[in-house]
């Protein structure tokens, strides 16, 4: 059964609309790209699906019920969890701390302490720091951190929204490494991402947004063609959808 099935998906600001035409279909434990300039809407349309931001129009069917208009904390249990674009740790509290706030998104209040357990043995670094101040990590443990808490509620699907900003290159590495562990054990994962070859080279196929509109789908190979990657990116030449 396809676990995110998305349809004609619009929303916006006030008067002002962003998204026009989102549409997306993830499949349980595919990872999905979503690529497109600044301003695109690819933040909005994650809003829509984690219930942060209203769906004026369109489908959203998540695991087999409708989740529009449901709000985020009903979601989260649903098992749709989101990293916000700028993490939103909570600098002030310990690692431990932080991750035990992951933990009121749970279906389930039992298993609780192994989630916690899997989700340290995933990001060790974690463990080393678990009782010191979030705010004190490094950019790229803090990104663990915020994909860490986001899991301990076990989601079916990972949302995660430019996790590799602000990041040097060998830890953009890093934390990509685990998204495929994560997705080894059965998560389904939609990356926001600016930079097209790092989510290409991972994603089963990748969407372009431009201007509030899925304008293009690509595939891990047309990471290789960058006449065709340019064209979806930047609007030139034919759109591919
Ligand atoms: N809370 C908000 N209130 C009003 N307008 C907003 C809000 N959030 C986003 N917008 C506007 O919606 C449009 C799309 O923004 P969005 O953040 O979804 O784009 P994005 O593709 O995620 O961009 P970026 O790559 O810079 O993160 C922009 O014009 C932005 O100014
Ligand atoms: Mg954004």
Do not use: C, W
Request: proline share 3%; glycine share 12%.
């Amino acid at each position: 059964m396809t676990l995110l099935s998305v349809r004609d998906l619009q929303a916006g600001y006030g008067k002002v609309q962003v998204l026009f035409n989102g549409h997306i279909d993830v499949e349980p434990g595919e990872l999905v790209g979503i690529v497109g300039p600044n301003g695109a809407g690819k933040s909005t349309f994650l809003g829509t699906l984690a219930g942060s931001v209203r769906a004026s129009s369109g489908s959203i069917e998540f695991d087999g019920a409708s989740i529009k208009g449901r709000n985020p904390e009903d979601i989260v249990r649903l098992g749709l969890a989101m990293v916000p674009e700028g993490r939103a740790i909570f600098t002030d509290l310990t690692v431990n701390e932080n991750l035990r706030l992951g933990l009121t998104g749970r279906r389930e209040k039992s298993g609780a302490q192994q989630a916690v357990d899997e989700v340290m043995d995933l990001f060790p670094v974690l463990t080393t720091h678990k009782n010191h101040q979030a705010g004190l990590l490094s950019g790229g443990q803090q990104q663990q951190l915020a994909i860490a808490r986001a899991l301990v509620s076990e989601p079916k699907l990972l949302l995660l929204d430019e996790p590799s900003l602000g990041l040097s290159p060998t830890v953009i590495q890093d934390v990509f490494g685990v998204l495929a562990r994560i997705q080894e054990r059965g998560t389904a994962i939609i990356v926001v991402e600016q930079r097209a070859h790092l989510v290409m080279s991972i994603a089963v196929r990748t969407l372009v947004m431009r201007e509030g509109h899925i304008r293009a789908t690509l595939s891990q190979s047309d990471a290789q063609d960058e006449a065709k990657l340019a064209a979806a990116y930047f609007g030139t030449g034919e759109d591919r959808e």
